[in-house]
């Protein structure tokens, strides 16, 4: 079984380094504010983002500026860490016998626009190893169950150090 799970997380379909096979809440905080269409705000990205509230959950579509690139769907849940908001990821398409990789944004508004922070950095994966994981190509997998990933990032996951990078959007004018 336990080699079974190990060759499944192996296949895990997600964007970041630090992935968990369960979901950081089953329910989501809705924000109307986040839907709509948004553009990179940053020189270096050409990228565009449709936002669709769905029930309970954000259709989200990311498509790339590069003309090679192609679109990819998310699935994203709204879940309130803290006084912070963080988006729980995972793609919508899935291969069969694959598990989900739910990834983790921070979520920061300013002004007419938004900011999400990769919670992947190596100083947080460097913390979960003190949690329930395993690991996969030496990366960590959080294994642990929605309430353990709440704690967790409460924890860790505010900490300025626990960002990888980020990614500043402006809402297109309709």
């Known amino acids: 079984m336990r080699t079974l799970l190990l060759a499944l997380l192996t296949m895990l379909a997600g964007c970041g380094d630090l992935l968990s096979v369960h979901p950081l809440a089953a ?9 709509g269409e948004w553009i990179c705000a940053e020189k270096d990205c050409k990228g ?5 509230p769905e029930e309970g959950y954000y259709d ?6 590069e003309a090679d690139g192609e679109p990819m769907r998310l699935q994203g849940r709204m ?3 803290g006084t912070r908001q963080v988006l729980d990821l995972v793609t919508a398409k899935r291969a069969d016998l694959a598990i989900p990789g739910h990834f983790f944004m921070l979520l920061e508004k300013s002004g007419e626009g938004v900011k999400f922070h990769w919670l992947d950095s190596d100083w947080l ?3 979960a190893v003190g949690t329930s994981h395993l690991m996969v190509d030496n990366k960590p997998i959080l294994t642990g169950d929605s309430a353990t990933l709440q704690a967790f990032l409460l924890r860790f996951g505010l900490d300025p150090k626990a960002t990888a ?3 500043a959007f402006r809402r297109i004018k309709e």
């Not at 329910?27 to 839907?35: A, H, K, N, R």
């Open 125 to 127: 994966r460097k913390q």
């Open 165 to 167: 990078g980020s990614m």
């Open 79 to 81: 879940v309130k860490i």
């Open 48 to 52: 565009s983002v449709l936002v669709r």
């Open 27 to 35: 329910t989501g905080v809705m924000d109307g504010t986040l839907t």
């Open 60 to 65: 989200i579509i990311w498509i790339p500026g």
